[in-house]
Every structure is written in C-alpha cells, then in structure tokens.
C-alpha cells in the first residue's frame, strides 16, 4: 500500500507533463472553484520537472530518433472495460515485446534519465491495487499509453480526465480524429513514434505491445503510420462494460479532474462515446489488411486463455509464442483465484444498454 490514497492526490497526472503541452491544454479553460490549488500545485511541479526535460531530448536524438523500428506494433484494441488490460499482461509475458510502462504514462520525460530516482518515489508513494477494480499496480508494469501520450503533446482524447466538460469535443477530434488539422496529426504521428522507441529501448523489445482503448478510433491513422501491425480487437457484453465504465470512470476522475462534471454527465457522455467508438472502428476496420486483424469475445478469452493466445499468435502471424508459453502460463497461475468485481444489472442499466447500445447486442449476440 504506498503512502496516498488514488482518490486523495494533491496533484494530478499532469505533474509529468512538459511544461509547453501543460500550459496548451489548460490554456482558456476556466479552472473550478475547489481545484485551483491541485492546479496550482501541479503546474509548480510540472514547471520544474519540465527543466529537465532537454536532457532526455539530447539523449533521444543521440540513441533513438534515426534508428528505424524493427517491426511494426501490435496493438490491442476495445472499449474500456472490455478486458485489454488483462489480455495486455498475457501478452507482454513474450519478452520480445516492448511496452509502456506504468511509470512512464506519468513521466515520459523522464525515461532516458533519472529513471531510477523518481521510479523509487514513485513506487513508494502509488497504491499497490488498482482502486477501481483490484488489478495491481506497480511502475514496471504494463500500461495504455493514452496518460504518456497527454503528458507529451495537447491532442490527445485524456485531456478530458482534467477538463470534463469538454468529453466530447476531445471525443471527436481526437479519439475520432474528426477535423483534426494536419498539423496536429503530424504531431500524433511524431510523439507516439517517438514513445514507442522510448518504450522499446526501456523494456529491451524489440516490437511494441500497445494497449490502448483510445486508439480503437485510430485504425485508419494507425495502418498508415504501420501498414503491417496487427490489432487484436476485444468485445464484451455491453451490459458489463456499461456498468463498469461508469464506475472505472466516476472513480478514476476524482483525483485528475480541474473542473465539475455530475455523474449524470460522465453517463451520458459514455453512452455516446462508447457509440461513436464502435462505429468508428466498424467504418474503418476495412483499412486493415487482411490477416491482420482478430476479433476476440473477452468471455471466450477467460474461458480458456492460453488456448486463445495460441490462436491470436498463429491467425495473426506474431512470432514468439514456443519462447514465451512457459511465462504466460506462469503468470495465469498466478491469476487463478483472482476475484473479479461482480455486477448486477438493475432495471435502469438494462433500459439504457438497449435503448443506446442495442446495435452491439445484435451485432455479437449478446443477451443478458
């Protein structure tokens, strides 16, 4: 148990950030009564740390920044909730991949030095368990990189963590990429490159494993910028994934956020987001070549995980998976046990789920 509760941090995850990218997403927005001194606190540590920050840039350019990728990512796709993180830990037991790392969604500024300093402090400070769900927590495991990305650029759909208010615009133009100018996509383009060779050279892979809801609405950009990745895409029953989305989300907010946003409003925007999310990635899924792709029900996963990994490998062409057996089975022996949160579906939830979502129960046969 580290020495903060996640729901009680004075600062919030823009601490890491560069100081330009900070002040980019906060500029005319109106901080809320209530929050102005984890603001204020949080842009004096940001302010700091961002002195740091030309030390890795030398070091990047030195190292990293002409040597070309050795593979193209695989990337691990699906709405929140719909079970990416434990299919990321299964996958990233294959050392030959590469991944974003706790540690780094709050610091990518910090990768290439002093590393190990604020890592300690880190570690010493963080929960062990995931608040909202009992997953656990540590600066070495893997992570989405949508925090990491947030703290690098302003064009990234995590702004609405802090900024609430403003879900759905950050919605369309930067989890849809609706009417993002191409001058920020170029942005996209450079620092989510620019991530994954860091993420590469600190894990010691050689292909990058992404997992990261966000990008479920990227296919198109993501194909152009790595025209042979692979992308595994999970469902789940969206009676579940409603119902933990709103808790995930209600209760990760709290400490992130600089500005009110009801309940009501964090329920609405899911509905919509998860809606616009599907379709975006049903329109642009086609854009992938073929052989590239997997659709995988989260429930046949658990139901027999190495099974299931087996197959992803061999349909998808990823090689690594005779190496790597001994450690994913390692690992889901540890999990056997592992008491998941259980949900129960009232009345209200079912009505919402059909009456919003009803095209994801036809499309996948889910009933409750």
Known sequence: MGLLE?????????????????????????????????????????????????????????????????????????????????????????????????????????????????????????????PTDNMELAVDLPQEEEFALSNMMPYTYYNFWFLPKY??????????????????????????????????????????????????????????????AKFIYLMRNPYTVFESTRSFFTNTIQPLKLENISNEQIEENILSVYAKLYHKYEEDKKFVPEGNLIEVKFEDFEVDAMAKTKEIYEKLSIPGYEAAKEDIEKYLGQKKGYKKNKYTYDARTVQLVEANWDFALKDWGYTL
């Not at 840039?57 to 993180?85: M, Q």
């Not at 620092?191 to 494993?209: A, E, H, M, P, Y």
């Open 6 to 130: 996640f729901n009680k941090l004075p600062i919030n995850t823009l601490v890491g950030a560069d100081w330009k990218t900070f002040h980019d997403i906060t500029k005319g927005r109106d901080i809320d009564k209530g929050y102005r001194q984890k603001y204020y606190l949080t842009k004096g540590v940001c302010r700091l740390l961002s002195l740091l920050k030309p030390i890795q840039d030398s070091k990047y350019r030195k190292l990293l920044a002409d040597k070309p990728l050795e593979n193209d990512p695989v990337f691990i796709l699906g709405h929140w909730r719909s079970g990416t993180t434990f299919v990321h830990n299964v996958f990233s037991c294959d050392k030959h991949f590469g991944y974003n790392t706790t540690y780094q969604t709050v610091f990518p500024h910090l990768m290439m030095w002093g590393q190990a300093f604020f890592k300690k402090n880190m570690s010493w400070l963080m929960p062990d368990k995931r």
């Open 167 to 228: 879900m759905q615009e950050y919605c369309d133009k930067y989890l849809l990429f609706n009417d993002i100018p191409e001058e920020e996509l170029k942005v996209f383009e450079d620092v989510f490159t620019k991530l994954i060779k860091i993420s590469l050279w600190n894990t010691g892979g050689t292909q990058f494993l992404s997992k990261n809801p966000p990008h479920t609405g990227r296919v198109k950009e993501l194909v152009k910028m790595f025209p042979n």
